[in-house]
């Protein structure tokens, strides 16, 4: 970035701040977004307390969003009576708890590894790493589901983990992230008789905690939210997880639209939960790792 243009930005920045109308404008814009990308969560909410019949009542006007009769708690207690809701929440969360736990270790440990070893080949791993982003899961679903079925681990725990441990755009943000540390810090805990496991762990991670919270906020995003490839895997409810638990309503008449949209309540509550807790560390970790790559 040239100085000029550094300059142009600071202007228009202190401009902006400076000029209380420009910053009502701003927040007014801001405002009207969020209230945008936040119509279809509050219409979830208010349909999930909804009778079945007046679910999709009243949907080009502003009374969509007020539960005309409102019927308390009854679409939770059948959404979670019909699909078996405690044993997919359960089916979720070890999917997803192992998914997030393995793969901070192991896309961290690769990422560091990019980051400070030298060896020959390095820069076409690095090359591997970034063309495996755009490579999209469903050109791998069939090749992976044979593989699946070969060795018996379809409809298992297993199959729906192990394929998604390691993610490349994961090594890559952790690569990123560890290029901006200090190597000083490193060869100072080496000095004092440390090992690289040690150096690791006790100088590296710590200040890594940004990246860690935005990779485990993005994994478990993902894996709380895969569809197609357990909808592949698994045939019965003793593995299946979340989103393909919702089959259910469809599969098994009559189909209550309150009971729907009371299950993709509970669904999505755990994500909101996860984000609002590390929300800080997030938006951190996503902005170091853009400057520093």
Not at 240 to 260: E, H, M, N, S
Not at 269 to 281: A, G, S
């Given at each position: 970035?040239?100085?000029?243009?550094?300059?142009?930005?600071?202007?228009?920045?202190?401009?902006?701040?400076?000029?209380?109308?420009?910053?009502?404008?701003?927040?007014?814009?801001?405002?009207?977004?969020?209230?945008?990308?936040?119509?279809?969560?509050?219409?979830?909410?208010?349909?999930?307390?909804?009778?079945?019949?007046?679910?999709?009542?009243?949907?080009?006007?502003?009374?969509?969003?007020?539960?005309?009769?409102?019927?308390?708690?009854?679409?939770?207690?059948?959404?979670?009576?019909?699909?078996?809701?405690?044993?997919?929440?359960?089916?979720?969360?070890?999917?997803?708890?192992?998914?997030?736990?393995?793969?901070?270790?192991?896309?961290?440990?690769?990422?560091?590894?990019?980051?400070?070893?030298?060896?020959?080949?390095?820069?076409?791993?690095?090359?591997?790493?970034?063309?495996?982003?755009?490579?999209?899961?469903?050109?791998?679903?069939?090749?992976?589901?044979?593989?699946?079925?070969?060795?018996?681990?379809?409809?298992?725990?297993?199959?729906?983990?192990?394929?998604?441990?390691?993610?490349?755009?994961?090594?890559?943000?952790?690569?990123?992230?560890?290029?901006?540390?200090?190597?000083?810090?490193?060869?100072?805990?080496?000095?004092?008789?440390?090992?690289?496991?040690?150096?690791?762990?006790?100088?590296?991670?710590?200040?890594?905690?940004?990246?860690?919270?935005?990779?485990?906020?993005?994994?478990?995003?993902f894996s709380w939210g895969q569809y197609l490839w357990p909808s592949m895997v698994t045939r019965g409810?003793?593995?299946?997880?979340?989103?393909?638990?919702?089959?259910?309503?469809?599969?098994?008449?009559?189909?209550?639209?309150?009971?729907?949209?009371?299950?993709?309540?509970?669904?999505?509550?755990?994500?909101?939960?996860?984000?609002?807790?590390?929300?800080?560390?997030?938006?951190?970790?996503?902005?170091?790792?853009?400057?520093?790559?």
């Open positions: 970035m040239t100085t000029a243009t550094r300059s142009a930005k600071s202007d228009v920045s202190s401009g902006v701040k400076s000029n209380p109308i420009w910053r009502w404008v701003l927040y007014a814009v801001m405002i009207a977004l969020a209230v945008l990308f936040l119509f279809p969560l509050i219409y979830m909410v208010s349909s999930s307390f909804k009778a079945d019949d007046q679910v999709l009542a009243n949907s080009d006007s502003l009374q969509a969003f007020i539960p005309q009769p409102f019927v308390g708690l009854e679409n939770y207690a059948d959404a979670i009576d019909r699909a078996q809701f405690p044993r997919v929440f359960m089916n979720s969360m070890i999917i997803s708890g192992f998914i997030v736990g393995l793969g901070l270790v192991v896309n961290s440990l690769f990422g560091y590894a990019l980051a400070r070893l030298q060896f020959r080949g390095k820069k076409v791993i690095i090359a591997i790493v970034i063309a495996l982003i755009i490579i999209p899961f469903e050109a791998l679903a069939v090749p992976l589901l044979f593989m699946g079925a070969e060795v018996g681990w379809l409809d298992t725990y297993q199959i729906q983990i192990l394929p998604f441990i390691a993610n490349p755009l994961f090594i890559f943000l952790f690569y990123t992230f560890f290029l901006g540390i200090p190597k000083s810090l490193e060869e100072a805990a080496r000095i004092d008789g440390a090992g690289p496991m040690q150096v690791f762990v006790r100088v590296v991670a710590p200040l890594a905690k940004p990246a860690y919270a935005t990779v485990a906020i993005l994994g478990f995003l409810v003793g593995v299946r997880p979340l989103p393909v638990g919702i089959g259910v309503f469809k599969t098994t008449p009559p189909v209550a639209w309150g009971d729907i949209m009371a299950y993709t309540v509970m669904m999505t509550l755990p994500l909101l939960i996860i984000f609002l807790i590390f929300q800080r560390q997030f938006v951190q970790g996503v902005a170091s790792s853009g400057v520093k790559g």
